[in-house]
């Protein structure tokens, strides 16, 4: 038996202590004796409400503890917990007065698993984007091969820009760089992105390169989120996505249609080397000249072929047509008054040339031509 109660001095000075007053001074002993700690255990009962505020129990083999988790602790994990996780909770023990319940306020939480949290909405995300046919290898588009405008997604105070730049310059200078600025990191980051991809859809670009520098995977968090890869996979012209290090791999980078490890190699593969062109322009320079030089003679043989050919057919022409008039010559001979008067004849003609056939045009007295074979006579009829 323990020591005996004093029923009359365990009351308050006002006689029997209240419901209010319990739970207030078990709070205030609980959160004076217990300060913040880190509490291992398995997730069950989880729910999420409308205000953001998460809701569920923490238990063991031996026992259970309720825990919340307010809004403005849990907006930056990527997904919520679910049942039957082992998790690792930072948090500060206190009451919850209006129900009389201990209760756990989290501002940490951790998945005891690889990768936590981080990696479940990784893997949820990707399951999504894949069912949608968002990551099949045939939707890949190729780069252009002479751009003209590359629109660049990233931070401007970055040194990501710079390297773009750099190597934009000295492979294609002649290519347009038009830089949207955007927040990569942080809680407004994911928002951030998809309104700069937005406004680039309404832009006359070429290739698109979306870059940021190495992090942890809280600072990558916004190239891991279903919304920007959705977007980025809606863009109308093709998408390098170079985030983070060459060893990272986000959402991002699997459904653009090319993955560069670094910024450097994605300016580099949206881009041709202007040393290169040149030679590859020579030496076409060369095989047009020679292909135009061999054609030239292939012409200039044939055009002498052809020369050949029209001469001979306009001397077969020439021939043929001297032959021909040549016919007609003697047909047209033979057929001349003037082979007739070779033969004796004689034609009498009046002073306007017209031709004496009968003796009434002959009255007494007429003057008229008598044309014969080596000339004219004139004459007077008698």
């Given amino acids: 038996m323990g020591a005996p109660v004093d029923l009359f001095a365990a009351a308050s000075t006002e006689g029997a202590w209240t419901v209010a007053e319990v739970t207030r001074r078990a709070r205030a002993v609980i959160e004076a004796g217990l300060p913040p700690l880190w509490v291992r255990g398995e997730v069950a009962g989880f729910k999420a409400w409308r205000s953001g505020h998460w809701y569920f129990s923490l238990r063991d083999k031996a026992a259970q503890i309720r825990c919340v988790m307010f809004a403005k602790q849990n907006y930056m994990l990527p997904t919520p917990p679910v049942d039957g996780m082992q998790v690792f909770v930072f948090a500060r023990p206190s009451m919850y007065e209006e129900k009389g319940e201990f209760q756990l306020t989290v501002m940490e939480l951790l998945s005891t698993e690889q990768g936590g949290l981080w990696k479940l909405a990784f893997e949820k995300a990707k399951a999504a984007l894949m069912k949608d046919g968002l990551l099949d290898p045939a939707r890949k588009r190729h780069m252009p091969k002479f751009p003209r405008r590359i629109a660049v997604v990233t931070s401007p105070d970055g040194a990501v820009l710079r390297d773009i730049q750099a190597v934009v310059g000295r492979r294609w200078p002649v290519a347009e760089l038009i830089v949207v600025p955007a927040q990569v990191q942080g809680a407004k980051a994911e928002a951030s992105v998809c309104s700069a991809l937005n406004r680039i859809r309404r832009l006359p670009v070429d290739v698109l390169i979306v870059g940021r520098g190495g992090g942890s995977i809280e600072d990558l968090w916004a190239s891991n989120s279903e919304r920007v890869a959705r977007a980025v996979a809606a863009m109308p012209m093709p998408v390098i996505s170079a985030v983070g290090h060459e060893t990272d791999v986000t959402l991002c980078d699997l459904v653009a249609d090319l993955r560069a490890a670094t910024p450097s190699a994605a300016a580099e593969a949206a881009t041709p080397d202007r040393a290169e062109v040149l030679a590859q322009c020579g030496v076409l320079g060369q095989r047009l000249a020679r292909a135009l030089r061999i054609a030239s003679r292939h012409v200039v043989e044939r055009l002498d072929r ?75 009829v008698q």
């Fill in 306 to 380: 052809t020369g050949d050919r029209l001469v001979r057919c306009m001397e077969n022409r020439l021939e043929k047509s001297g032959a021909l008039l040549t016919a007609h010559s003697a047909r047209l001979d033979a057929l001349s008054p003037l082979r007739v008067l070779g033969r004796g004849y004689a034609v009498a003609r009046d002073t306007d040339g017209r031709v004496l056939k009968r003796v009434a045009q002959l009255p007494t007295g007429k003057a008229f031509r008598l044309r014969v074979t080596d000339g004219e006579v004139n004459g007077r």
